[in-house]
């Protein structure tokens, strides 16, 4: 096999020793890489009942199919583990270079498991493997780890880190890797949990395609086909909220004020239109990315007056945004700075600050209780500071860094009626209640609310997508099958490791050649969706052997009772009919029982028996 080594290796923090597990051609039919050989060493390696921050847990790396070779956008690594804040498999996508690093130092794959004594961190050189000692780096800061890492060991070593965050055991910290985030479910927690601050990699191996040739004249085709699109414009000028107004306006599923408006009145100053001339000074690519969103964004003047950042990105625009009623684009940078340094989701952090201020707004925490003036209209002086004090878990925010599902919980008081969450995972950017079948993928997504596991946002905004035509977002008629087919793609999109925003143009037909201009290895476009399904089956199975059921799926009550009040998609939400017809309609596609556990049969055919 070209473009794999074979060798997947394994670090147990406990004993302090490594192995390594050879894979053969069958290993990578079945799997691919990427997110699909992160998910599998946690499905089948995960003990079944235990908590996801014990040492039992499975820490998994692997970068793309894709990452160390020259295809536009496509330098992923996926991580996952059990996750913290879900109890599902949780995996995350970033865009930083540790993947391939990997890949350079000679390896497919990455499984940590066990806990070490005391902080460490996990140093691979080539052919070599060692546990460190890290107490100097514990208490350090996602921007600090790095550079005192790089002046020991090498500038050219390649570092993912956690900060204070992920020491604390915040439920959403997250892993980082210059500027680059696995952001979702907590894995920074994972890390933590295991006396884990860094792994640190240099790899010197030569990646060999099988095809040099073509793979160049693929590679400068589909570059070509990019450029020319009127999206790498937007995108490159303004990054991933180059849509915000088009949403906000035109679509009317911008949610606001903790999902209480579809429509932000106040975006202006928050649009990327806005602040992308006055603030940002060239462009940050993720690893290998020749269509870089990415901006470097700097202040300096005014109280925010120091925030350099790599950013901001359209969800975050929401949740450090519209979600807490802030209209102050300094403010939520210093907040993306203050999550970058500490090491936290966006999403949830921000979605976690809108659900108190409307407890606030609602009688139900007192000033007292919430230690500051935590309301919409403080916004710009109160969001950075409880994500300060999340991030340290101080105060309110000791009980906000636990997610709003156990936030909650544990504040009562009818505080469960405004916890926006699926599965435990506070939602992203898009009003479901105007968009039918993306609240369907909030619902099915295995590692809870979720726009990237199916990426049906698209489809259902724009009408259109690949296989379908005139799809209608406030119609729930057949987007069981439809949502269930996107997310077998974005599972083959997450192991070749692609950036999302690739997918009007590398269609799964299209991967095909691509894929074996690199391995040699032939696949069809159903083949390839085998395999995703193959990875999709895995998480859902996974999740519901630990314990998830159908009632952890639904959707939070505000979508399914309160119906928009303004903007274009007034009137609109999801009842508790359409809900389950299309849960129904979801779970048949799949062939998986009404409660969501794979059929046998469905597990054999995929040869997961």
């Known amino acids: 096999m070209k473009a794999y080594h074979g060798r997947i290796l394994r670090i147990d923090l406990t004993s302090g020793k490594s192995s390594v597990r050879t894979i053969d051609e069958r290993y990578v039919r079945k799997y691919l890489g990427g997110q699909g050989f992160a998910v599998e060493l946690v499905y089948h390696g995960m003990p079944e009942g235990a908590d996801a921050l014990a040492p039992e847990n499975v820490l998994a790396m692997a970068g793309g199919l894709f990452a160390g070779f020259p295809v ?31 890949r350079h130092a000679g390896y497919d794959a990455l499984e940590i498991t066990g806990r070490a004594e005391s902080p460490s961190y996990i140093f691979i050189d080539d052919d070599s493997a060692e546990i460190e000692d890290a107490s100097s780096l514990w208490g350090k800061s996602t921007r600090e780890v790095p550079e005192l890492l790089k002046k020991d060991l090498g500038w050219d070593v390649k570092i993912a880190c956690i900060g204070v965050a992920g ?18 479910g907590g894995l920074g927690a994972v890390m933590a949990s295991k006396n884990l601050k860094a792994i640190a990699i240099r790899g010197t191996k030569d990646l060999e395609p099988a095809d040099p040739k073509k793979l160049l004249e693929l590679a400068l085709r589909y570059q070509d086909i990019m450029e020319n699109a009127p999206s790498f414009k937007e995108d490159t000028v303004y990054g991933t909220g180059e849509f915000l107004g088009w949403i906000n306006k035109e679509k009317g599923v911008f949610p606001t004020r903790n999902w209480q408006s579809g429509v932000f009145d106040s975006r202006e100053k928050i649009d990327p239109y806005y602040w992308a001339p006055k603030y940002v000074s060239k462009n940050k690519a993720c690893f290998a990315c020749t269509k870089p969103c990415g901006k470097l964004f700097e202040i300096d003047s005014g109280k925010f007056a120091g925030v350099a950042i790599d950013g901001l990105e359209y969800e975050t625009l929401y949740s450090l945004g519209s979600a807490c009623g802030n209209a102050s684009i300094e403010s939520a940078a210093r907040g993306n700075e203050i999550c970058d340094v500490f090491g936290m989701d966006t999403i949830s952090a921000g979605v976690a600050i809108g659900f108190a201020m409307e407890l606030v707004q609602r009688g139900i925490l007192t000033e007292e209780e919430a230690g500051m003036r935590l309301t919409f209209d403080n916004a710009e002086d109160a969001v950075p500071q409880m994500l300060e004090l999340i991030g340290k878990r101080e105060g309110l925010g000791d009980i906000l860094a636990d997610g709003v599902k156990r936030a909650a919980e544990r504040i009562g008081k009818g505080a469960e009626r405004y916890a926006m969450h699926t599965k435990g995972m506070e939602p992203p950017a898009y009003d479901v209640r105007g968009m039918k079948g993306h609240g369907l993928a909030y619902m099915t997504s295995t590692r809870g609310a979720c726009h990237l596991r199916a990426g049906f946002y698209a489809p259902e905004l724009v009408g259109k997508f690949w296989r379908w035509e005139g799809i209608d977002r406030q119609s ?58 193959r990875i999709h089956n895995m998480k859902g199975h996974f999740n519901h052997r ?11 009550p505000r979508v399914l009772e309160d119906p928009i009040p303004d903007g274009p998609s007034e009137g609109s939400l999801i009842t508790s009919e359409q809900m389950n017809k299309m849960l129904d309609d979801y779970m048949a596609a799949r062939k998986w029982s009404a409660d969501g556990e794979p059929s046998p049969d469905k597990l054999k055919e995929l040869d997961l028996t």
Request: charged share 25%; aromatic share 8%; glycine share 12%.
């Open 72 to 102: 536009p956008t496509g330098g992923k690594t996926a991580f996952a583990a059990k996750s913290p804040l879900t109890g599902t498999l949780v995996e995350s996508i970033m865009g930083g270079v540790i993947g391939a690093e990997l």
């Open 476 to 533: 729930p008629e057949g987007k069981g099958a439809m949502v269930a087919v996107m997310e077998n793609f974005m599972c083959v999109y997450d192991s070749v490791g692609l950036c999302k925003f690739s997918r009007g143009f590398f269609l799964i037909d299209k991967l095909s050649e691509v894929i074996e201009a690199i391995t040699g290895l032939s696949f069809t476009e159903d083949e390839l969706l085998e395999i995703g399904e």
């Open 546 to 556: 630990e314990g998830v059921t159908r009632n952890d799926w639904l959707l939070p």
């Open 167 to 184: 020491e604390k055991l915040v439920r959403f910290a997250c892993i980082d890797c210059e500027e680059r985030q696995a952001g979702r």
